[in-house]
């Protein structure tokens, strides 16, 4: 007779059996308790912070995230606007959570926070989805920036070069051309892929932006992100997240990444929202610690991958409210990136576009990228224009006499040729390599 199959081992049995309870009582539905301003309070669930939970209105059901908790409470903020819910209203994790649709179909489409089709072109039928971050890369293993990258504006490409893998700050006020110069930067770079986050913004700026800045041209190898400002504090803090996670996802394939994110401002204005809505403390000028921890935790993912990975080049735009660079966005903004560039009101005023302020901006990786020769033409260049503005008043007022001093001479004389080669329209794109013979003739005139 033959012998009975063995029994699987109870000891696996009763494992099984632990983790369908466990998953059970993770998803176990609650009430919810209250609703204050932006934040919902639910009871008799448990969820892990990050998680999704779908909450029930009268008009159907809303999704919200667990951003917090207090004992048995959990704190949610909505994804969307809270209308129709009433007192005791069911709240329940949500267990599958298919993630953000990623892969070379995103290329050419608009998308919210969450990687929801914008455009009308119908359904994303991607085979990738992303759950949750990418873990960190081990610093050790990221490749040394060690390339320049063509973004097709000559200001930047010759006197503030930019390497492959950078981490770029753009510092604006309103209205000083940021979106313009970001959208030329789209349609000049010789990166593979562009990734554009649109944060915070007015609802027309985003059309605006997408039909004429970006252009038919640029929006081919582009994937825009767009959490205008009237969505929720969540949804524009996951626009940005959800910007970094698909420029994660194309550099691991072996691209070079242009992210363009605007702005790091609306990003920590949102976590501030969140974080005092829960109740955390404020620290500085308002503005919780949290936003801090976060604003590093968002830069750090951009930049080069390990060996056969691509990079990921980022320009985050800063708000300067009311112009000022002390500010503390843009002050611990400045402290975690590899660069900044100005744009000047002054300069914008006077019809000087793009309005980059050069004795104001710097590029800390442009000597690991150029030769020695373009950084001295640059150095060059530099020094005559900064000698020019410090004795702007005197030759204004004619006080200044010609022949004082030779180099202020050359400064007057070359100052209307520097200018020129410092602007370009909006339609212009100005190649590294054709950058880099205008500054060898114009470095060449002012070193005779």
């Known amino acids: 007779m033959s012998e009975s199959p063995i029994e699987p081992n109870w000891a696996n049995k009763l494992s099984a059996y632990h983790k369908n309870v466990n998953q059970f009582q993770a998803v176990t539905s609650g009430k919810l308790k209250r609703v204050v301003g932006l934040t919902m309070e639910a009871v008799g669930c448990r969820a892990p912070i990050g998680s999704q939970c779908s909450v029930e209105t009268l008009n159907g059901e809303i999704s919200a995230e667990v951003v ?48 929801r089709p914008l455009d009308g072109l119908g359904p994303l039928k991607t085979d990738h989805h992303l759950s949750g971050k990418a873990k960190p890369i081990n610093p050790l293993s990221r490749r040394p920036i060690e390339q320049p990258l063509d973004v097709g504006i000559r200001a930047i490409n010759t006197m503030l070069t930019v390497g492959k893998g950078q981490r770029m700050g753009l510092f604006a006020g309103s209205g000083v051309g940021k979106s313009v ?23 027309r700026e985003v059309k605006e932006f997408i039909e004429e800045i970006l252009g038919e041209q640029g929006r081919k190898r ?33 691209m070079d990444v242009l992210l363009l994110m605007d702005s790091l401002t609306r990003f920590a204005q949102a976590q501030r929202e969140i974080a005092l809505a829960i109740g955390e403390p404020p620290a500085t000028k308002g503005y919780p610690p949290s936003v801090f921890a976060k604003l590093p935790q968002l830069v750090e993912r951009a930049g080069n991958g390990s060996e056969g990975q ?5 320009f985050y735009t800063v708000l300067t409210e009311g112009d000022d660079l002390q500010d503390p966005i843009a002050d611990a903004s400045r402290a975690i990136l590899d660069g900044h560039i100005v744009l000047s009101r002054k300069l914008a005023e006077s019809g000087h576009y793009p309005a980059i302020d050069v004795e104001a901006s710097i590029s800390r990786v442009m000597p690991m990228v150029v030769s ?77």
Do not use: W
């Open 68 to 115: 917090g908790f207090s004992d048995d409470i959990l704190y949610l903020m909505p994804s969307e606007e809270v209308l129709g819910v009433l007192p005791g209203a069911t709240v329940r994790p949500l267990s599958q959570q298919k993630g953000i649709p990623v892969g070379m179909e995103l290329l050419g489409r608009v998308v919210d926070g969450v990687g």
């Open 181 to 203: 110069l970001l959208g030329m930067m789209t349609r000049g770079t010789s990166a593979d892929v562009i990734v554009v986050g649109l944060v915070g913004e007015r609802g």
């Open 222 to 254: 582009s994937v825009v992100v767009a959490a205008p400002a009237d969505t929720s504090p969540l949804m524009r803090l996951k626009a940005c997240e959800t910007s970094v996670a698909i420029a994660e996802y194309f550099r691991d394939q072996g």
């Open 310 to 314: 691509g990079s990921i080049t980022a």
């Open 372 to 448: 020695e020769q373009h950084l001295s033409y640059a150095r060059v260049v530099k020094q005559f224009y900064s000698l020019y503005q410090q004795n702007k008043d005197l030759i204004a007022i004619g006080a200044y006499v010609a022949g004082a001093d030779p180099r202020v001479d050359k400064a007057i004389q070359f100052h209307e040729v520097i200018e020129a080669f410092c602007q370009q329209t909006m339609k212009e794109t100005h190649l590294y390599d054709d950058s880099l013979v205008a500054l060898t003739q114009l470095g060449d005139a002012l070193n005779g």
